[in-house]
């Protein structure tokens, strides 16, 4: 008996598959299902396969333990389990997608870690940056996907695959620019795939990967925590697992502040499950520096409200500086031995960081106090060039008309979003810390010194070669773009450069024309955002051609410059 119900539950898992595949076809195909049956009793028998053969699962992990079948990972799937017969009383076409989400995982697991006897994971963990552009266009791939479905669009309608392709894209890398009203477009499935997809960009996919695995009892080698080092901006003070459990303890805890903190502004306004919709997914998307916003006009509406203009800048603030830096903060505060200083990251990037939103907080000030400002009061003033400055940088949102700023205030802000956030954090561009080492090597050159000095500290030379090839690579990467879009676009010259810098620096600031991109302006625009997201020097490790070291040095000449 014994034997025939092991075989019986062994098949389990094949037939899991079979029916994520059918899951997926209900999703997607719910107009032709609805023609020949009743779709809403397709969904629901769908819906109770995936939880039955989720219970089956969970039977053959705790009867016949293979080398898979952690404790861990029983205890994950009954927490699924329960989610989604609670689901299952709501909406059964969110428990489809739930438990969908799972078995993704589960084949991505199998073909890394068990096809062909681990080889692509072995191939992957040897090239970490092949690894992290991959993995972002695995994702991108599946929200394309997810938002395809009728089920996504609130008309019940299947979306275009370039605007598909854009907004997951957007979302993924965290930038905010879209082509369809997100809160009027997209039903609450396609929001919540939306949120997702925030929460898994502005992570780090290989950071959510790698908790995925530990959680599921999956060992992790030297190569992929070397990943995990570049992925959240290199430590050596805290191995793996402990660096993952305080960065998914301060995500959750910031978002949770954050959407407590809305939430008391929004609920003035909205009904009480509609306010707490609503200010999860803000600050959500505050935190990844995301952009992203269920309201119309932004958060312009809202541009009168102590709460709004300075929860939302410090959520962006939070995500924006580094998960290193905010352990570094929390360590230096909270811990009990007080000698211990902030690292020169910290530092580097927490003075950076201030600066900028100073000078571009007085920038704004000046330059839109008779334009887009003109008739605010003075708290007005000062709390939207705060918001501006601070949003300008990473994160998208705006309370104020971007497509009224003047030109001084657009280039400014095109400034401040090449500069972008800081490494290992939910935002793009060249990164503060890379401006940083460029601003200190013209403080050298000036003060007649051969080395880089800051606090007390000497920078390498590597990394100011680093940040140089960055911001070269960077405008090479823009100038290119910018010039293709001027050949297939009809908009203004500033327009078209404001759109470049705002996708690539992950911002999601827009003059307006985003919604009216032809579809091979989309398609740059798309390119730029992945680009500007996973970096241009990741681009260049990936596909640089590996040599072997050699002992011959080459005889030095100098050459003029400038």
Same mark, same amino acid.
């Given at each position: ?453 800051? +606090?007390?500290?000497?920078?390498? /030379?590597?990394?100011?070669?680093? =940040?140089? %090839?960055? #911001?070269? @690579? *960077?405008?090479? !990467? ?12 009809? +908009?203004?010259?500033?327009?078209? /450069?404001?759109?470049?810098?705002? =996708?690539? %620096?992950? #911002?999601? @600031? *827009?003059?307006? !024309? ?49």
């Amino acid at each position: 008996m014994r034997k025939y119900l092991q075989l019986i539950l062994g098949q389990v898992e094949a037939a899991a598959y079979l029916l994520a595949v059918w899951s997926l076809l209900v999703l997607f195909l719910e107009p032709v299902i609805s023609y020949y049956s009743d779709f809403r009793a397709v969904q629901s028998f769908t819906a109770a396969a995936n939880l039955l053969l989720l219970a089956l699962a969970i039977l053959n992990r705790l009867l016949f333990k293979d080398e898979r079948g952690t404790q861990k990972a029983i205890v994950l799937d009954v927490i699924m389990l329960v989610a989604g017969l609670l689901l299952m009383t709501y909406n059964a076409r969110f428990v489809i997608f739930f438990l969908l989400i799972r078995q993704t995982y589960f084949i991505l697991d199998f073909i890394l870690f068990r096809f062909s006897k681990g080889r692509v994971y072995k191939w992957l963990a040897g090239n970490p940056p092949v690894t992290v552009m991959l993995s972002f266009l695995v994702v991108i791939f599946i929200g394309t996907v997810l938002l395809m479905l009728p089920v996504a669009s609130s008309q019940n309608r299947v979306t275009p695959f370039i605007d598909a392709l854009f907004t997951s894209t957007s979302a993924t890398c965290v930038t905010g620019l879209i082509v369809v009203d997100t809160g009027k477009y997209f039903s609450q499935f396609g929001q919540i795939v939306i949120l997702i997809l925030l929460q898994i960009g502005g992570l780090g996919i290989m950071t959510v990967s790698t908790a995925f695995a530990l959680l599921l009892g999956r060992n992790i080698d030297l190569k992929l925590k070397n990943v995990m080092d570049q992925m959240v901006g290199g430590t050596n003070r805290i191995n793996v697992a402990e660096l993952l459990k305080n960065i998914v303890l301060v995500t959750v805890i910031l978002e949770l502040i954050g959407a407590l903190l809305l939430f008391s502004r929004f609920h003035q306004d909205l009904s009480l499950h509609r306010a707490i919709y609503v200010s999860v997914f803000h600050s959500i998307s505050a935190f990844c520096n995301a952009g992203f916003s269920l309201f119309s006009d932004n958060l312009a509406g809202f541009r009168d409200s102590a709460v709004v203009s300075l929860a939302v800048p410090l959520l962006i603030f939070l995500g924006g500086i580094g998960f290193t830096v905010i352990i570094d903060l929390f360590r230096f505060f909270f811990k009990r031995d007080k000698v211990r200083k902030l690292s020169l990251h910290s530092k580097i990037v927490l003075t950076t960081s201030g600066i900028l939103i100073l000078i571009g907080m007085i920038a704004y000030f000046v330059m839109e106090y008779q334009g887009t400002m003109k008739g605010f009061g003075i708290h007005q003033r000062l709390l939207s060039s705060f918001f501006q400055s601070v949003t300008t940088r990473t994160a998208g949102f705006n309370t104020i008309d971007i497509g009224a700023l003047s030109k001084g205030a657009l280039l400014v802000s095109m400034v401040l979003m090449f500069i972008g956030a800081s490494p290992g954090s939910t935002g793009g561009g060249i990164k503060t810390s890379t401006f940083s080492v460029l601003g200190l090597m013209m403080v050298s050159l000036l003060k007649g010194k051969r080395d880089i000095s800051v +606090f007390k500290r000497r920078i390498p /030379l590597m990394d100011f070669r680093e =940040a140089a %090839g960055l #911001v070269f @690579l *960077s405008a090479v !990467i823009l100038f290119v773009i910018v010039v293709l879009l001027l050949q297939v676009e009809p +908009f203004s010259f500033d327009k078209i /450069l404001f759109e470049a810098f705002s =996708a690539f %620096g992950t #911002v999601g @600031l *827009s003059t307006g !024309i985003t919604s009216s991109l032809s579809p091979w302006g989309r398609i740059l625009i798309t390119i730029l955002m992945y680009l500007g997201r996973i970096g241009p020097l990741t681009v260049i490790y990936a596909f640089a051609i590996r040599s072997r070291k050699t002992n011959i040095n080459y005889a030095e000449e100098t050459i003029a410059i400038g």
